[in-house]
């Protein structure tokens, strides 16, 4: 198995950060991330040329709250607001690194957000990114920078919404092909960590359960952690999200390979646990 873990080394983890609470809740499930895998975590604040833009328009108006007073909008204004947020980033990435004991970094860059999110991914082994959710709806759901991030970014991807911490269960999706070994492999590490429960959840079209069984219990050979086996109702989206909602999962960890994107999108509209898209 020594030669596995070596591909499943995690050096890198980059967190998209800016305002927001879900910002904030992925920003403490990177850290944690990275205290479990021994990895760096490094920061990226985005100054959105596309509000630099806007702010530029003769038309563009602040709200102001509580007084619902209007104040004309100029680039100078939006960017020292967008400096105060990247300070604010900054603090809140030194702080919890600081609390994880974890190596960290912080960048500052301008661009179009998703875009250069995707840039910086490439030099990394994971990225997180907030989730936005739809609080009117009272349903999950993502936002373009997420959704963008799932779809295409060049490594794999944690997604994470406001109020949501990793925690176990941990379950992830298996069916004994090579793709899946990889994320088996590390959601065990990540249970193990957390001295919780790893939940393999299996497709109804995969091989026979007696074998599953067994390259899961030749691939998970901690002592001190509990694996529990679930074969799923089909092979298709629906029945992983009814799972996930069952076994009141702490973290999701899947392949790629498994979903086509319009699934992906599907599952991260209708789950609300932090989900770890392997590639």
């Given at each position: 198995m020594s030669e596995q873990e070596d591909e499943l080394t995690i050096q890198r983890i980059l967190i998209g950060l800016d305002a927001s609470h879900h910002s904030v809740a992925a920003l403490h499930a990177a850290a944690k991330l990275a205290s479990?895998?021994?990895?760096?975590?490094?920061?990226?604040?985005?100054?959105?040329?596309?509000?630099?833009r806007v702010a530029?328009?003769?038309?563009?108006?602040?709200?102001?709250?509580?007084?619902?007073?209007?104040?004309?909008?100029?680039p100078g204004r939006m960017r020292r607001q967008l400096r105060a947020q990247a300070r604010q980033a900054h603090q809140a990435i030194s702080s919890i690194s600081k609390r994880e004991r974890i190596e960290w970094s912080f960048e500052v860059v301008r661009g179009d957000v998703s875009a250069k999110v995707l840039e910086e991914a490439a030099k990394a082994d994971i990225l997180c990114v907030g989730r936005v959710s739809r609080p009117v709806m009272h349903q999950p759901g993502i936002g373009s920078t997420a959704e963008a991030a799932a779809i295409d970014a060049p490594r794999s991807v944690l997604l994470i919404s406001r109020d949501k911490r990793i925690h176990s269960p941990i379950a992830v999706l298996y069916d004994g092909s090579p793709d899946t070994e990889q994320a088996?492999?590390?959601?065990?590490?990540?249970a193990q960590d957390m001295r919780g429960l790893l939940s393999v959840m299996v497709p109804d079209a995969s091989a026979p359960s007696e074998e599953i069984q067994k390259r899961i219990t030749e691939a998970?050979?901690?002592?001190?952690?509990?694996?529990?086996?679930?074969?799923?109702?089909?092979?298709?989206?629906m029945s992983l999200i009814d799972a996930v909602r069952t076994e009141g999962t702490g973290l999701l960890?899947?392949?790629s390979s498994f979903l086509p994107p319009d699934g992906v999108k599907k599952l991260l509209n209708?789950?609300?646990?932090?989900?770890?898209l392997m590639r």
């Open positions: 479990s895998l021994g990895a760096e975590l490094h920061g990226l604040f985005v100054e959105d040329i596309n509000l630099l530029g328009l003769p038309a563009a108006r602040e709200l102001q709250f509580p007084f619902a007073e209007q104040a004309r909008l100029n088996l492999l590390l959601a065990s590490q990540l998970v050979d901690a002592e001190d952690l509990i694996v529990r086996y679930r074969e799923l109702s089909g092979s298709g989206v960890v899947f392949s209708e789950v609300d646990c932090p989900v770890l």
